[in-house]
């Protein structure tokens, strides 16, 4: 495979070759790029590299999609993508300026530096709430593909493409099979797909006739979209039109899908209702699951490869974990699609403010609260407070552990009868919430968890108050959570669409309005 001339990439390292004055340059490399971060503008060179489903061979080809990268990201990014930058040799070198040289070496696309946090993805991964903002995004999304004209051509966006791109998944995920889906889950995925596609060729035929087969995006996710005011949708696909002029709700399946593979099932609420609050005619609940099956696919794919292309053992880990995770929403949305959670979860540190969320959004559910149970247990009244040493009086770790098998049983046993159930408890050690969560799944319900978390001095300055009012059953003071605080364990045995991680100091209310709309 042809490279990226080092002097090329060396030169693009060092601050003093740029035209405008910056402090330092970072490097960014990906299968199909090279990226350089300056102080305020981005430049990308494109990898002389021939995949098939796209060609970069040439320094012809690298520079026309250049100019398709800037015309296309100028459409949901305005005002970011500036424009193609030719590279010159200059002696052994390379120059930005052309020095008598007639012919450009390299190109680069040429971008203003956008706030790296307030990307979506990070912010979500800061439980940040977001739910204004996930507005603006459906908004946004839903007038770009209205302003784009439908596709009328035979090549693009058919079901014939559909069977091609879903057969050739199942094709390529079959050598990791056993690392990062397992037979059983892959063969329900594909007899899903294959008997959707056969049910429903003239709906998909009636899509296109619609015009809802349209030059969109092909790459929205969490990654590609900065929360600034109005929202920048970056990074489309320009490598290969096929990719990017489908049906407008695969475009926007793949963002839904990205939301709830990180748990934000109340984000993709908020962009559900703002997206079809303005394309209503381009909803079909079905087609969307169908849409978001075949995403989740895709992403486990790629993690697949990315599992198997990596020597260190830690990031191999961590590829096979995403990969079995966007396996798992894939099969989620197969099982589960029309079936609400439960029971549902709260956890987190004391003064999280998840017995506040639980009490409220949720008036008529079965309500499990540890501390609750555990005075039940020992007699100790509700009003009474019984503070003492940790792992002493009614806190040993004998009494601990009965609680929580009891909690469990209650659970499943009032969501087998259909009642709605929330457990309310810190769930501090992996092995707590892995129980609940393999209990829930064998006995066939469909649990979710509610990771709530604060500042420290906010979890403290909580604790005070409540301490102070005295009209709370839970006994945990400042003691308690510094000992919660040393001994947590964060839910990474959990999948991550079974995960949401809220930081609950936004206003407790709109927390308990967000969640009412999924849960």
Do not use: W
């Amino acid at each position: 495979m042809a490279k990226t001339d080092q002097a090329l990439i060396d030169f693009l390292l060092n601050p003093r070759s740029y035209p405008e004055r910056t402090r330092a340059v970072s490097h960014l490399e990906t299968h199909i790029s090279h990226v350089f971060i300056a102080d305020r503008f981005v430049y990308k060179v494109k990898k002389p590299v021939n995949f098939g489903f796209l060609d970069f061979s040439t320094l012809r080809k690298r520079h026309f999609f250049c100019k398709q990268e800037v015309v296309l990201n100028s459409r949901l990014a305005k005002g970011i993508y500036l424009g193609v930058q030719p590279l010159y040799r200059s002696g052994g070198g390379f120059s930005f300026a052309s020095k008598g040289a007639r012919v450009p070496a390299e190109y680069a696309v040429r971008m203003k530096r956008i706030p790296l946090d307030r990307l979506l993805f990070k912010l979500i991964g800061e439980g940040k709430p977001l739910y204004g903002s996930l507005e603006d995004v459906g908004g946004t999304l839903a007038r770009f593909h209205e302003s784009i004209a439908p596709y009328r051509g035979a090549r693009f966006g058919g079901v014939e493409s559909m069977i091609a791109a879903t057969e050739e998944n199942f094709e390529q995920i079959k050598p990791f099979t056993a690392l990062t889906v397992g037979r059983k889950t892959l063969a329900s995925i594909a007899r899903y797909t294959r008997a959707f596609i056969a049910d429903h060729r003239a709906g998909f035929a009636e899509r296109r006739k619609n015009g809802f087969i349209r030059d969109g995006h092909g790459d929205l996710h969490c990654q590609h979209i900065c929360l600034e005011h109005p929202p920048v949708i970056f990074d489309c696909i320009e490598f290969n039109r096929g990719f990017r002029t489908i049906d407008i709700l695969e475009d926007i399946a793949f963002l839904f899908m990205d939301l709830e593979y990180r748990g934000r099932f109340d984000l993709s609420a908020r962009l559900h209702k703002a997206y079809f609050a303005r394309q209503p005619k381009a909803l079909d609940e079905e087609l969307l699951r169908f849409y978001k099956v075949y995403r989740a696919v895709v992403r486990g794919k790629v993690e697949g490869f990315a599992a198997r292309g990596v020597e260190d053992p830690s990031e191999r880990e961590r590829a096979v974990a995403r990969a079995r995770d966007y396996f798992g929403v894939a099969g989620y949305y197969i099982n589960h699609f029309k079936k609400p959670f439960n029971p549902v979860v709260f956890m987190g540190l004391s003064g999280s403010g998840k017995s506040t969320i639980a009490r409220d959004f949720s008036p008529n559910a079965v309500i499990l609260r540890s501390d609750e149970m555990r005075k039940e247990i020992t007699g100790v009244g509700k009003g009474r407070h019984a503070y003492s040493s940790l792992g002493e009086g009614i806190y040993t770790p004998e009494l601990t552990s009965r609680i929580y098998c009891l909690m469990l049983e209650r659970a499943v046993e009032c969501a087998r009868m259909g009642k709605k159930v929330i457990v309310d408890a810190t769930y501090l050690k992996a092995e707590q919430r892995r129980d609940f969560h393999e209990t829930c799944i064998a006995e066939g319900q469909n649990p979710f968890f509610i990771h709530c978390f604060a500042s420290e001095a906010v979890l403290k300055e909580r604790i005070r108050k409540r301490m102070e009012a005295g009209m709370d059953v839970s006994d945990a003071d400042i003691a308690v959570l510094e000992h919660q605080l040393e001994h947590l364990e964060d839910p990474e045995e959990l999948p991550s669409y079974r995960t949401l991680r809220i930081n609950t100091e936004d206003a407790i209310h709109n927390i308990v309005h967000a969640l009412r709309e999924f849960l």
